[in-house]
Nanobody, 116 residues
Framework: QVQLVESGGGLVQAGGSLRLSCAAS????????MGWYRQAPGKQRELVAT???????NYADSVKGRFTISRDNAKNTVYLQMNSLKPEDTAVYYC??????????WGQGTQVTVSS
């Protein structure tokens, strides 16, 4: 089992920045990848960014050049630095982890609201 706790969401004006954090606990040795997904009202949950245990990073096209995913292995924490935020980035952001290549875990979600 892996537990994920997100923090760092909030309200920001367009063009502003936020940093999300996701702290993992439990069977962290089994984690293969972690990432961030988001879900806007009335829309499906979508991938934002992922980082594997080997450091391979993947971004959604909509956030490339604006968002940066990183990790601190000593703190078992993954971060999402979000710059140049747009109103369309408004969503609930969920931390995700894949463990033992087959088990998926989700955090509780954190709201990000970007005002125009």
């Amino acid at each position: 089992q892996v537990q994920l706790v997100e923090s760092g969401g909030g309200l920001v004006q367009a063009g502003g920045s936020l940093r999300l954090s996701c702290a993992a606990s439990g069977s962290i040795f089994s984690i293969n990848a972690m990432g961030w997904y988001r879900q806007a009202p009335g829309k499906q949950r979508e991938l934002v960014a992922t980082i594997t245990s080997r450091g391979t990073i993947n971004y959604a096209d909509s956030v490339k050049g604006r968002f940066t995913i990183s990790r601190d292995n000593a703190k078992n924490t993954v971060y999402l630095q979000m710059n140049s935020l747009k109103p369309e980035d408004t969503a609930v952001y969920y931390c995700n982890s894949v463990a033992s290549y087959v088990n998926t875990y989700w955090g509780q979600g954190t709201q990000v609201t970007v005002s125009s």
